[in-house]
């Protein structure tokens, strides 16, 4: 073996010997789309950073928890990651819930429906949500989110922006029944939180420009 050969073997024998299989989400946006999924786990990159000192995180729509594996690797927070969906709650379970070290629990709830009864976080995380909530549910979604959220605590909301609409996939123009333009997102949760910071993305790109240009709108909530 040469020397080469010798130091990758250093290398591939500390993998892990676990392998994961991807949920039917995750799967199709690796294999149609990929970067989609990349642009995906930026966001879950920057939330992960702006609750790196956070105890307590809930994440509503967690979807099959791979996202919750950034709050996982970034933070020491215990994580309650919900969502309506019970075939990505029981991938997610069954899947991701072995790796997490007992500190993500995944529970199957439909917080625009009814309030979640767990307690108050410090940290508040919703990405790629509120554009499916039906506009009769939104108030009482959001209500239901914030009350979530301590007093002091940070929430943060993630959605494509309305201003980018006409370049959405055919399967985000099904799906994506209340989209949000920067004022509207703003204003909107103005009503609920002491301070909220608009922020935009454009792919992994996270800044502050012009958010109109921006085809994805990330709002920082203080309560």
């Known amino acids: 073996m040469n020397n080469t050969k010798k130091i990758w073997k250093k290398v591939s024998d500390m993998n892990i010997q676990d392998s994961l299989l991807l949920g039917p989400i995750n799967a199709e946006s690796l294999l149609k789309d990929p970067k989609h999924l990349a642009f995906t786990l930026s966001r879950y990159k920057f939330s992960a950073k702006i609750l790196k000192k956070c105890g307590h995180i809930v994440e509503i729509g967690c979807g099959e928890g791979l996202g919750s594996m950034m709050f996982l690797a970034e933070t020491k927070a215990k994580i ?88 959405a996939s055919k399967r985000s123009k099904i799906g994506h029944i209340n989209l949000f333009d920067p004022t509207r997102l703003t204003s909107t949760l103005e009503k609920y939180f002491s301070h909220v910071f608009l922020f935009s993305m454009n792919d992994e790109i996270v800044h502050t420009g012009y958010d109109k240009m921006a085809h994805y709108l990330m709002a920082l909530c203080v309560k």
């Open 80 to 167: 309650a990651a919900i969502d309506f969906d019970n075939k990505q709650i029981s991938y997610a379970k069954e899947n991701i819930f072995p790796h997490t070290k007992g500190r993500v629990e995944f529970i199957q709830w439909d917080i625009a429906a009814k309030p979640y009864q767990g307690k108050q976080a410090d940290g508040l995380v919703c990405l790629d949500v509120i554009e499916h909530i039906h506009s009769s549910q939104e108030r009482k979604f959001i209500r239901h989110c914030v009350a979530l959220v301590k007093k002091g605590g940070v929430a943060i909301f993630g959605t494509p922006n309305q201003c980018a609409a006409k370049y």
